[in-house]
T-cell receptor
């Protein structure tokens, strides 16, 4: 099925560093979502973006919806060990989500 | 408070033995979804209910069935599990054209 292009595939960083990941699509989406998934758990919603160009923050997380509605980035500032997990972007037009391929984040103390 | 609840969290079944996974929600959402997720891949949509209307994905095997007896509950039935059906099964809910909220998942092991 259709998937969004998400990069990087994995990241290994040191605690305290900032992180940036992005998602691109050939299709336009009305809504862009970022989820985090811990091992053995379901995805948890981090940020939802509804308007082109929208920049939204949630604590140390910041995400932006691209002007063209075809891309988004997620930044994590001052990473901590509990940021470890897989981050998925997802685009939505109808009731279905199109997921990105995921970015696996590993944080070393 | 838990909003999307999945039971059990871990399920072991035998090859070919029918198994049912359950999902309940306290959000009163119209739409409920079942996803299959394998080893760090993105979740793959199996089907979803829009109220009582069932919407099957074209590539979902016939082995997978679902029931939604009321707004709060939705079940995933795997009629004859194969080894390839071992995966994490995720339930999600949403309001109309709204954000999806996921449950914690049920990890299925097929022996």
């Amino acid at each position: 099925g259709q998937q969004l292009n998400q990069s990087p595939q994995s990241m290994f960083i040191q605690e305290g560093e900032d992180v940036s990941m992005n998602c691109t699509s050939s299709s336009i989406f009305n809504t862009w979502l970022w989820y985090k998934q811990d091992p053995g758990e379901g995805p948890v919603l981090l940020i939802a973006l509804y308007k082109a160009g929208e920049l939204t923050s949630n604590g140390r997380l910041t995400a932006q919806f691209g002007i063209t509605r075809k891309d988004s980035f997620l930044n994590i500032s001052a990473s901590i060990p509990s940021d470890v997990g897989i981050y998925f972007c997802a685009g939505r037009n109808t009731d279905k989500l199109i997921f990105g391929t995921g970015t696996r984040l590993q944080v070393f103390p | 408070d838990a909003m999307v609840i999945q039971n059990p969290r871990y399920q072991v079944t035998q090859f070919g033995k029918p198994v049912t996974l359950s999902c309940s929600q306290t959000l009163n959402h119209n739409v409920m979804y079942w996803y299959q997720q394998k080893s760090s891949q993105a979740p793959k949509l199996l089907f979803h209910y829009y109220d009582k209307d069932f919407n099957n994905e074209a590539d979902t095997p016939d082995n997978f069935q679902s029931r939604r007896p009321n707004t709060s509950f939705c079940f995933l039935d795997i009629r004859s599990p194969g080894l390839g059906d071992a995966a994490m099964y995720l339930c999600a809910t949403s309001g109309l054209e709204e954000t999806q909220y996921f449950g914690p998942g049920t990890r299925l092991l097929v022996l």
